[in-house]
């Protein structure tokens, strides 16, 4: 059975380029989470759907940043523009209870 | 404070070794707990859940205190493979979400 799948998995781009991560959840998963994961910060949570709703996005760092989920098995998450402070790996997850998640396996994001 | 806090460690033990991880955290209404495991480069993957009565999983022991606000794992005999960072996790139902500490790292050598 797959499991949580994220394209792409590495991303370099240059400072004031958009970006666009990708995710997929596992079939049948209620909830979908994007998180972000630094050396300084740890991994943070940016925002979660429930049912493709987005129900808190208080972790979104700023308006640069915005994610959707038009699908129950689709979700993006847009930075633009992107800015050299942007570059970390970014988690999408899923779970059918919100408490036991799994992860997929990011996208290490480089904004030279 | 932060909500969940964990000594970011490096713990060097010999294979073989015992040893363990504490973790404290502010939200008395937390309401379940787990260990995560994340290897170097890769995603964060469910060790275990903890529970108030203490649960085993092979080599691994984890641990909740309520009172004190504080989860433990305990890991016996340790593999080389266990090197990774382990980290402590939170969930809050009223917030549907979870709250991951900083990581300890655990590195076992020969």
């Known amino acids: 059975d797959a499991g949580v799948i994220q394209s792409p998995r590495h991303e370099v781009t240059e400072m004031g380029q958009e970006v666009t991560l990708r995710c997929k959840p596992i079939?049948?998963?209620?909830?979908l989470f994007w998180y972000r994961q630094t050396m300084m910060r740890g991994l943070e949570l940016l925002i979660y759907?429930?049912?493709?709703?987005?129900?808190?996005d208080s972790g979104m760092p700023e308006d640069r940043f915005s994610a959707k989920m038009p699908n129950a098995s689709f979700s993006t998450l847009k930075i633009q523009p992107s800015e050299p402070r942007d570059s970390a790996v970014y988690f999408c997850?899923?779970?059918?209870?919100?408490?036991?998640?799994?992860f997929g396996p990011g996208t290490r994001l480089t904004v030279l | 404070r932060k909500e969940v806090e964990q000594d970011p460690g490096p713990f060097n033990v010999p294979e073989g070794a015992t040893v363990a991880f504490n973790c404290t955290y502010s939200?008395?209404?937390?309401?379940?707990f787990f260990w995560y495991r994340q290897d170097c480069r890769k995603e964060p993957k469910l060790l275990m859940s903890?529970?108030?009565s203490g649960n085993e999983d092979g080599r691994f022991t984890a641990q909740l205190n309520r009172a004190s606000q504080y989860i433990s794992l305990l890991i016996r005999d340790s593999k080389l493979s266990d090197s990774a960072t382990y980290l402590c996790?939170?969930?809050?139902?009223?917030?549907?979400?979870?709250?991951f500490g900083t990581g300890t790292r655990l590195q076992v050598t020969l």
């Open positions: 997850a899923s779970s059918f209870f919100s408490d036991t998640q799994y």
């Open positions: 079939s049948g998963h209620d909830y």
């Open positions: 759907f429930n049912n493709n709703v987005p129900i808190d």
């Open positions: 939200n008395s209404a937390s309401q379940s």
């Open positions: 903890v529970y108030s």
């Open positions: 996790v939170v969930y809050t139902g009223t917030a549907s979400k979870l709250t």
